[in-house]
């Protein structure tokens, strides 16, 4: 049984494996191993400079901070007996540097202001990966949409044939809604980057730390301005864990198209075979797996979001240790995002279209007939509800032609649309695909020059959002490089 740095003098007893295996956090700190290491060469550097800590002590643990930075946390720091890597990382640092030094690491500072450092850095990362992903997806659909701005096809409601659209508008409605999960995460984002560093146990400390400096050094916007809140709120993980959601159920609706577009009876798509897998026994089979389990992606993050929120439900002021059982839902919940979000683009880019089986039902179950009334509306002044009338009749009693829609019109309208000057010619018309489809150019429509521009307005916005992103990135890479620089000094003096 090895203890720990923290629990040496103050409790008595050793522990069973199950009270360890309770209280450790050990497996899920994995996620904030590496953070730790910069969590504290930030703190380190920052009590160096406030003349808290003597240069000498901070020579000797910067040099092992540094051997941990370059050659990652050694495995002794995991030793399930510790609760925490934490305790971990300080146990070994001490063992290595002894008490003298290895004693003032932790001045001025708790765990508890310590591990959500840690998370939000981490987290922080995470949703910059998820981030750059949406931006390639969103590429993705837009690159296959340009292709298919002529390719018409059916739109559905209730999953019903309903009115025609093209395979360009309907992936647009797609990166419309990953934009809006890129912006959800973005804005997320602003709450995690956030340094709680200094905060301490709950009540801040008496040394005089510089929040600000060491929230610089690692990348944070800016200081949690209440100590209290920095160490007890957990809603920055709560609010990724929602965004997450909401971007894996919209992954989810997707994933459940290219599913149904699949199957023999629709044929709109052939997912390319690394996305598919076969049958044990049936030798004829390609099932759309990958899509599957992105499918079911939402179910399982939408569990995470749920444990997270009812752990933190009716916590009391400040630092509890519910907290920590928190963390193992957030890493599940939110790790594997990046990786969902790049197979969904790779899925739809190597995914073949298949033209002819959309234009052959882009006209079927009557997705014109919509038209044909606002034509009798536009052309013949006939009021709307009588229009929908006629149609519909005629529609039941076997198909809009001009003799069931004259019948109809003399029930409903008190003549015939002949009489009005209705033709064949103008039914036809009226009926086919490519007028249902030109005359929606309203902002937003489906008329192949309306989606030309609003292909335009999103690449537009696409490259301010990419470059957002690297301008993000790159203020966190130079302020780690700082972090570092000024690390290996302290270790060289
Ligand atoms: N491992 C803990 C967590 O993840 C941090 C330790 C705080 N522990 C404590 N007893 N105050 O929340």
Redo the contacts with the bound molecule.
């Keep these: 049984m090895t203890r720990d740095v923290v629990r040496k003098a103050r409790l008595s007893g050793e522990r069973t494996e199950d009270i360890e295996s309770l209280l450790s956090?050990m497996e899920?700190?994995r996620s904030i191993a590496f953070s730790d290491v910069l969590v504290d060469m930030a703190h380190l550097v920052m009590l160096t400079r406030q003349q808290i800590v003597h240069e000498d002590h901070a020579k000797t643990l910067m040099k092992e901070l540094l051997i941990m930075y370059e050659s990652g946390v050694p495995p002794d720091a995991f030793d399930p007996s510790y609760?925490?890597?934490?305790a971990g990382i300080e146990t070994v640092l001490t063992k290595k540097t002894g008490g003298d030094a290895g004693g003032r690491l932790h001045i001025g500072r708790?765990?508890?202001d310590?591990?959500a450092t840690c998370?939000r850095i981490r987290t922080r990362d995470i949703i910059l990966d998820q981030l750059e992903a949406l931006t390639r997806l969103r590429s993705v659909l837009l690159s296959v949409a340009e292709g298919h701005v002529t390719t018409v096809m059916p739109g559905f409601t209730h999953l019903q044939h309903a009115q025609p659209v093209t395979l360009a508008h309907h992936l647009l409605a797609y990166e419309q809604m990953f934009s809006r999960d890129f912006d959800r995460l973005l804005d997320a984002l602003r709450r995690v980057n956030c340094s709680p560093l200094g905060s301490a146990?709950l009540a801040s400390t008496g040394y005089p730390l510089d929040r600000e400096y060491t929230a610089q050094m690692l990348g944070f916007d800016k200081i949690l301005i209440n100590s209290m809140d920095a160490v007890a709120s957990r809603d920055f993980a709560e609010e990724i864990l929602a965004c997450d959601t909401m971007l894996l159920t919209n992954i989810s609706r997707l994933c459940e198209e290219l599913i149904i577009w699949s199957s023999s009876f629709v044929q709109f798509v052939t997912l390319d075979d690394r996305y598919c897998s076969t049958s044990s026994i049936m030798p004829q089979k390609k099932n759309p797996d990958v899509a599957e389990i992105l499918r079911s992606r939402a179910g399982t993050i939408l569990g995470t979001f749920v444990s997270a929120i009812t752990i933190v439900k009716g916590l009391p002021m400040a630092?509890n240790?519910d907290?920590?059982d928190l963390?193992p839902h957030l890493w599940r919940g939110i790790t594997n995002v990046r990786r969902d979000v790049d197979l969904l683009a790779g899925m739809i880019e190597s995914a073949e279209f298949n033209r002819e089986r959309m234009a052959e039902e882009a006209g079927k179950g009557g997705t014109t007939t919509t038209e044909l009334a606002d034509t009798l509306v536009r052309v013949f002044n006939i009021p709307f509800r009588t229009a929908h009338h006629i149609v519909g009749k005629a529609v039941r009693d076997g198909s809009p032609d001009l003799a069931n829609l004259d019948k109809a019109a003399e029930e409903f309208h008190g003549k015939t649309l002949s009489s009005l000057g209705v033709t064949k010619e103008k039914i036809d018309s009226a009926l086919s695909v490519s007028t249902s489809l030109s005359v929606r150019k309203l902002p937003g429509g489906p008329a192949p020059d309306a989606v030309k521009n609003a292909l335009l307005d999103r690449r537009t916005e696409l490259e301010k959002d990419i470059e957002l992103i690297a301008n993000k990135k790159s203020y966190i890479s130079a302020s780690l490089d700082e972090l570092l620089k000024q690390a290996r000094r302290i270790a060289q003096l």
């Design positions: 956090s899920a700190d609760e925490d890597i934490h708790s765990r508890n310590e591990v998370l146990a630092y240790r907290l920590q963390n």
